[in-house]
């Protein structure tokens, strides 16, 4: 599958409009670690190659075990690899994402209030929604994974 164009080339003030989302995301409580699960997970439910080739790279250079990047898909088999808190941000990613099923359930985000804050909700809504955007300009302009 070949590229369709380079959006940063072509519309350079949108494509600048996303850096600034990921830009405002560099000082969120989010550890490196969790902010690639969220694009991650995300980008596993989106089916974005992209995204996936480059944040799981990215993931194991910050220090992520190749076991939690290969059972992510499964990580609610696999809970005890995974924290309590990384579970509900995975959660609040999932139900983001997947927003035309329940959208961010009552249930999950009473769960993260009884853990987070609600500046710290916001960034992991942002880092999900930051991440879907990604996945959804990846995969419409066929971007090619990285080598």
């Known amino acids: 599958m070949s590229a369709r164009f380079n959006m940063a080339t072509t519309n350079a003030a949108s ?3 996303g ?3 990921e830009t405002a995301l560099q000082d969120s409580f989010l550890s490196p670690i969790q902010k690639e699960l969220i694009k991650i997970r ?3 439910i989106n089916g974005c190659a992209f995204c996936l080739d480059m944040h799981t ?3 194991l250079k ?3 075990t190749p076991q939690r990047i290969f059972l992510l898909n499964a990580w609610r088999d696999s809970k ?3 924290s309590l808190e990384e579970q509900i941000i995975l959660t609040i990613a999932e139900e983001i994402t997947l927003i035309s099923d329940k959208g961010l359930s009552e249930e999950t985000y009473q769960q993260a209030k009884g853990i987070f804050n609600e500046k710290q909700l916001v ?3 942002m880092a999900a929604i930051s991440i879907n955007m990604w996945n959804r300009i990846a995969i419409s302009t ?3 994974i990285g080598k």
């Open 123 to 125: 960034d992991i809504i």
């Open 80 to 82: 005890e690899l995974f």
């Open 62 to 64: 910050y220090g992520e």
């Open 19 to 21: 850096i600034g989302m």
């Open 42 to 44: 995300t980008s596993q």
């Open 15 to 17: 494509y600048k409009a």
């Open 142 to 144: 066929h971007m090619p």
């Open 57 to 59: 790279k990215d993931a």
